[in-house]
């Protein structure tokens, strides 16, 4: 992996990484037309730059992570993420497997599009403005909706939030729950696949720099990114990202068809 292929992987995934539109599908394809996806330290970058993405949301919501003071809150993250653990862990190699498909990211892509077209009409009494408000019962039901998003393409995001707005939160408290919840799934997620691969990280003094770049160029563009996604949600909702994902996903699926 080159530098300027680190990079521009880091800002797909900043971008990508809390609108439901899958970073993991967009990163997939990326580095399978950059020729790179079957390199193990890419598998292991895609993965390890998520760090660098949540730490936006912990500087953007720095007072209600450092609230110490409502302990009510990392309760209910400790419980949302509680399946994702235990999922993610039992059925890590098959979703490493997974992760090699392109095939898999168009389909979900597609799919999940024309799901994404009809959730605001589904979901159109909500009665939870914020997290404050959520009990622990929903927080867990939300973390089993976030475990969908271990199969490539469907949006860590998009599975979160629909779970959030099935459990009566309004669109923009589900999704900043999402935020929140990104930050102990993803934090596990790449801690334990460094320590999983470290010999892969190790085994050249420029993947450490490679990883430190694709960190801190994902920080920067997430930031932007979950203000700007912020906006449109309240605007528009998330029918214009259903048809972006429709695009894309039946872009990818004729194109691995005409070569395959």
């Given at each position: ?136 019962f929903r927080a867990i039901r ?119």
């Open positions: 992996m080159s530098t300027l292929e680190a990079i521009l992987i880091a800002i797909i995934e900043g971008l990508t990484e809390f609108i439901p539109i899958s970073s993991t599908g967009h990163m997939i394809i990326a580095s399978s037309l950059m020729g790179i996806n079957e390199d193990a330290f890419t598998k292991l970058f895609e993965i390890a730059i998520q760090l660098g993405a949540i730490l936006a949301v912990v500087v953007l919501y720095w007072k209600k992570f450092f609230n110490f003071g409502k302990w009510q809150f990392y309760v209910k993250l400790a419980l949302g993420v509680t399946p994702a653990l235990i999922l993610g862990y039992l059925f890590d190699d098959y979703i490493d497997q997974l992760l090699e498909s392109p095939l898999i990211v168009g389909v979900t892509l597609l799919l999940g599009g024309f799901v994404l077209l009809f959730v605001d009409k589904w979901f159109q009494n909500p009665t939870i403005k914020s997290d404050e408000e959520l009990d622990y939300i973390g089993l909706f976030q475990c969908i998003a271990m199969i490539p393409g469907v949006s860590r995001s998009a599975a979160s939030i629909i779970g959030g707005m099935q459990q009566k939160l309004t669109r923009h408290a589900a999704a900043e729950f999402s935020f929140f919840l990104a930050v102990p799934t993803m934090a596990a997620a790449t801690g334990y696949k460094i320590l999983k691969n470290h010999e892969v990280l190790t085994s050249s003094p420029d993947n450490i720099r490679l990883l430190l770049i694709g960190n801190v160029v994902a920080f920067f563009v997430a930031m932007l990114a979950i203000k700007f996604f912020i906006g449109t949600l309240q605007k528009f909702g998330f029918k214009m990202w259903g048809y972006y994902r429709i695009v894309v996903g039946l872009i990818i699926l004729v194109t691995l068809f005409i070569h395959r």
